[in-house]
Nanobody, 127 residues
Framework: QVQLLETGGGLVQAGGSLRLSCAASGLTFSSYRLGWFRQRLGKEREFVAVINQSGRVTYYADSVKGRFTISRDNTKNTVTLQMNNLKAEDTAVYFC????????????????????WGQGTQVTVSS
């Protein structure tokens, strides 16, 4: 059974930092592309960042580029999202997701292209 467990959410002041982690089990971790998505209150789930299987290719939403960094450790089956200079608009539930298919890059940002999802972790940024 595949499980993705996000940790590291919490309350932080604007300008602060948080580090989210997602621990995966039940899958061949190094074969999966991993993404972070978020869902703000009353909004649809949206793409934040993605990293390919080797960790050498990453993409970010324009809204987080330069502030967030995605990384992975294939020896520990974890993917991390380092979030710096947080803003009030970053407040959301953050989800990690895994996809095992070799889809073209244009699919990597779509929520409907991921096989597995975690339960999410709340990030609240106070202004």
């Amino acid at each position: 059974q595949v499980q993705l467990l996000e940790t590291g959410g919490g309350l932080v002041q604007a300008g602060g930092s948080l580090r989210l982690s997602c621990a995966a089990s039940g899958l061949t971790f190094s074969s999966y592309r991993l993404g972070w998505f978020r869902q703000r209150l009353g909004k649809e789930r949206e793409f934040v960042a993605v990293i390919n299987q080797s960790g050498r290719v990453t993409y970010y939403a324009d809204s987080v580029k330069g502030r967030f960094t995605i990384s992975r450790d294939n020896t520990k089956n974890t993917v991390t999202l380092q979030m710096n200079n947080l803003k009030a608009e970053d407040t959301a539930v953050y989800f990690c997701a895994a996809d095992g298919d070799g889809r073209p890059v244009t699919y990597w940002f779509r929520t409907d292209q991921y096989d597995y999802w975690g339960q999410g972790t709340q990030v609240t940024v106070s202004s």
